[in-house]
């Protein structure tokens, strides 16, 4: 017995083991109800379980290479049976059930309860809504009918009978009740009265118990009589449905759900697939993007369901309205925990909770059905949590090839052509290269850096780029899509910028990608410029950095912008948004929110390759829900994250070290001594494009300026988990970088003596790849070159603390009108935060964590010498650089010498880095600062609170 067929034994095993644990359960939980229910009710339940049971083979078998999926039938019993048990604390053992059952379609027996408990619940609904409940009980009787004859309640989805009272009166189902009315009355009105045609009755009635009931069909009409009454019927019927029709467009302008999305935000949003939509239940709605050419296709656990028009006809559903996403609207969540925002491209989608975790859900894996993915995020896997302070906000991209890697995930035959960018340039413009697969989540803080995740990283957001430098700009917007990034903000002038720049950890460079600051040995053939190359072949290190776009200063009625145009200026960019329209960097399209000269509301747009802007204006009801978000979102989201409005400058976050030393070359003699080095403008989050300056004055006064190109180095350990601000700080943990130099040709030709001494020490490590590891932080920055050459630089730490502000909060803070029980929760918040610093700087200090990483980093350097050691004599074996991505293998070995060359240096510089964190053991000052203005504050505030004296 081979391996396979031993897996696929015990994964049915499995089933079946789940399958009667469930069934055993079932049957102890209605022994429980016998005593509460009718023997009417439980014999009919044993009789139904009977019939279940005797299906479980063929069940079993069926689902036995798939994950549980439990009978439909089942799963309707249990979920009725459940809910109706109210008497018994059920969370625990439901919450496990609905982890193991899948609801998928065809439930016949839970249709025979769609009339029955209407008013179950009616008292838990949330009063916010009660603008929407514009029913009355046999008009709802009629829809429901409505909704069975058409199987909206069970297309595409199958729904549970909470989902569905919710669904009626929140509008979810408005679309398919419109066209079942219409349908309806279009048949009504086209009664022949001459034949003997039968048709639903739709006018309700009371039945003997007081509800409303649907009348009988019709009976042949005989006489004239007959006829009279029949056509007063049909016209009763006819004002009726003609009423609720009219009830439930209007209704529609009322419901939280757009008719369209225009703007990708955290509340609505749109890929080439689908419509999005945040309802105020906090949970995710789909709809068919029908303006991308989307045949009405719907998820079920990250598979497409049947999609030709005989089946659509058959089965229409509620195809054209909103539907939860992929039937349950999002993750099965603990009480108290729910979504507040979300953002998604290519149908993956990630939400964030009000405990600030993220949620990631992702169908183009192979591995089905998909289910919603919290605690394995990352490598090493763990849990991802949005930095706690001040958070301007957040976006969610892909940079994504169509092909590759089929055998791991779907592409092409998953996701919308939109959404799949394909391949990116490098900065000469002349190399297209092939992506890999890089969803990001990038997160603004108002300290100016943009730190992310990539879904290969480990689950932190501890690396970052800064916001463009240019004229003191304070980014208050960003939006991101196909790894590209779009912030709008203001300027030193107050005037209103925008600029966007491609950014992901494959084209910044992991340690698998062959990447040289040569640009000559960069550059690919001008006569092939069509050819796309692979991500590993050698490409340029540096990259394109922040493009500044033309400023909407003007709003014309119609037509394009440009600086001609002067009529009237829009009052700010409050929104943004960025999304993809196919293969390559220039199919993306910006949007920004906007009114023009007439005072008409909608959004400017454009290519990002072009210079002048479009206006669309909208109707006041699109507006209210596409652009500004309806008022049923007030008050609804609490957010998991401090909120800020703004950015300060990232200009303000160039630090100058100015003690520096060179040491370790050995001609470099008492030239060591005559010679002054510091560090300018650096920042641990600079990319290539934005270097800091090594600034060397000579004896006699001369200056050298040597560019210092630096870029993130991929860590296999976790840095910090709570507060990422941390990182780079001396509160924190240092930053381990990898840079190198770029030497003008007006030094490496220089005929000065003086400056030539100086310019050979450093000359071959000119554009030289990851010539140097960098371990930094606000204090202190230490080079190495691995060989000889070691640089040190030093400054007088004057920043201010992360936790100064953090303490100084007005919530933390006791006013002289704050009253006992005000003071009261305040002490405990200045409690709750001296325990963070505690927390975080136990992080820090751990020293079984950094003896762990210590002796991991060490393992990894020793192996990868000796690696490097075989791999070396083989290194004039080189691949073919100017292949097709679809030729990745003839790569192989340059990929290879460039891990074990890189794997060296990494893992020496971050064993070092975890070795000086274990002899560190000592509190930065700011933090002793911190923590003891915390203990007099709360020792303070206690003795008020006990003498009650607030004065």
Request: proline share 3%.
């Amino acid at each position: 017995m081979n391996f396979k067929t031993k897996e696929k034994k015990m994964r049915k095993r499995m089933i079946e083991t789940i399958f009667f644990k469930l069934i055993a359960l079932l049957g102890i939980f209605q022994f429980v109800n016998l005593f509460t229910v009718d023997n009417a009710n439980s014999a009919n339940f044993f009789k139904q379980l009977s019939l279940i049971i005797k299906q479980n083979k063929k069940i079993v078998d069926r689902y036995a290479l798939q994950s549980p999926i439990v009978d439909p039938a089942l799963a309707s019993v249990m979920d009725i049976k459940l809910r109706e048990m109210n008497t018994f604390n059920m969370s625990k053992t439901q919450n496990m059930i609905t982890r193991k059952v899948k609801w998928v379609n065809g439930a016949s027996i839970y249709q025979n309860h769609l009339n029955t408990n209407t008013t179950k619940g009616d008292q838990n609904k949330d009063n916010s809504n009660n603008e929407l409940k514009i029913f009355t009980a046999d008009e709802l009787q009629i829809l429901k009918q409505l909704a069975k004859d058409e199987k909206i309640f069970v297309e595409p989805f199958f729904y549970t009978q909470e989902q569905i009272e919710s669904g009626i009166e929140n509008g979810m189902f408005d679309n398919s009740f419109i066209r079942a009315l219409k349908n309806k009355i279009e048949k009504l009105e086209n009664i022949d009265n001459g034949t003997n045609e039968t048709l639903g009755d739709v006018e309700a009635t009371e039945n003997s118990n007081g509800q409303s009931d649907i009348c009988p069909q019709l009976n042949e009409i005989q006489d004239v009589q007959k006829l009279n009454n029949q056509n007063q019927k049909l016209s009763n019927q006819l004002t009726k449905l003609n009423s609720m029709l009219e009830k439930i467009q209007i209704r529609k302008e009322k419901s939280m759900f757009p008719e369209n999305v225009y703007l990708r935000s955290k509340q609505q949003n749109f890929t080439g697939n689908f419509l999005y939509c945040l309802g105020s239940d906090n949970k995710i709605y789909v709809k068919p993007n029908l303006n991308r050419g989307n045949n009405n296709r719907f998820q079920k656990g990250g598979e497409w369901e049947k999609n030709d028009d005989v089946y659509i006809k058959n089965n229409p559903g509620n195809r054209d309205g909103w539907n939860l996403h992929d039937g349950t609207g999002g993750p099965t969540l603990p009480d108290g925990e729910k979504i507040v925002e979300f953002d998604v491209q290519g149908e993956i989608v990630v939400a964030l909770t009000n405990k600030g975790n993220f949620h990631l859900y992702k169908p183009n894996n192979k591995k089905l059905p998909t289910a919603w993915n919290t605690r394995s995020l990352g490598v090493p896997h763990g849990v991802l949590k949005i930095p706690k302070e001040d958070v301007v906000g957040w976006s969610f991209s892909i940079g994504l090839a169509n092909e590759g890697k089929e055998w791991r995930r779907r592409t092409k035959e998953f996701m919308h052509d939109d959404d799949i960018v394909g391949y990116f340039k490098d900065s000469k413009q002349d190399k297209q290269i092939y992506f890999g697969f890089t969803p990001t989540v990038y997160v603004l803080l108002k300290n100016g850096s943009i730190v992310f995740w990539d879904t290969g990283l480990a689950p932190e957001f501890t690396r970052g780029i800064l916001i463009p430098m240019e004229n003191g700009f304070k980014a208050e917007n960003i939006s991101t899509a196909g790894s590209t990034i779009f912030v709008s903000g203001k300027d030193k002038d107050g005037k209103n910028v925008m600029y966007t720049r491609m950014f992901d950890y494959e084209i910044n460079g992991t340690p698998t990608h062959n990447l040289t600051y040569d640009q000559v040995k960069a550059s690919s053939n001008k006569n092939n410029s069509q050819k796309i190359y692979s991500l590993y072949t050698e490409r340029s290190a540096l990259l394109d950095g922040w493009k500044k776009h033309q400023s909407i200063t003007t709003a014309p009625e119609t037509g394009h912008i440009n600086e001609k145009n002067n009529q009237a200026a829009i009052s700010g960019l409050s929104k943004i948004s960025i999304h993809t329209t196919g293969l390559g960097d220039d199919n993306r399209e910006l949007r920004v929110v906007g009114v023009n000269s007439r005072g008409e509301m909608g959004f400017y747009h454009k290519k990002i390759s072009e210079d002048e802007w479009l206006f669309n204006s909208f109707s006041a009801a699109e507006i209210k829900k596409s652009l500004i978000l309806s008022s049923l979102y007030k008050n609804t989201f609490s957010y998991p994250y401090i909120k800020s409005d703004s950015t300060i400058s990232s200009s303000e976050l160039l630090k100058d070290y100015p003690q520096g030393t060179i040491s370790g070359v050995a001609k470099l003699g008492d030239l060591a001594e005559d010679i002054k080095v510091e560090m300018q403008n650096f920042n641990i989050f600079q990319t290539p494009d934005q270097p800091s300056t090594i600034k060397i004055t000579t004896k006699s006064g001369k200056t050298i300026d040597l560019k210092m190109r630096t870029s993130d180095e991929w860590s296999l350990t976790t840095l910090s988990k709570s507060n990422p601000q941390l990182i780079g700080k001396s509160e924190g943990t240092p930053k381990v970088l990898k840079c190198t130099l770029d030497i003008s040709e007006e030094y490496l030709n220089s005929n000065d003596n003086e400056v030539k001494v100086v310019i050979d020490i450093f000359r071959k490590y000119h554009l030289k790849s990851n010539a140097f590891s960098l371990i930094a932080n606000n204090e202190k920055i230490e080079i190495d070159s691995h060989a000889d050459l070691k640089m040190r630089f030093k400054r007088e730490d004057n920043d201010k603390s992360i936790y100064t502000d953090m303490i100084d909060r007005p919530e933390l803070i006791v006013n002289e009108n704050d009253d006992l029980k005000t003071v009261e929760k305040k002490m405990i918040a200045n409690q709750e935060m001296l325990a963070r610093i505690s927390d975080e700087q136990s992080e820090v200090n751990s020293k079984s964590k950094n003896i762990k990483n210590a002796l991991l980093w060490s393992s990894i350097y020793a192996v990868s010498k000796l690696v490097n050691s075989v791999v070396s004599p083989v290194s004039f074996i080189t691949a073919n650089n100017n292949v097709s991505a679809k030729d990745d293998k003839s790569n192989f070995v340059n990929m290879v010498k460039t891990v074990v060359d890189n794997s060296s240096r990494i893992s020496s510089a971050y064993a070092k880095l975890n070795i000086k964190q274990l002899f560190k053991n000592r509190k930065s000052n700011k933090v002793d600062e911190a923590e003891e203005l915390l203990k007099n504050r709360i020792s303070k505030y206690q003795e008020k609170y006990n003498n009650g004296d607030l004065q």
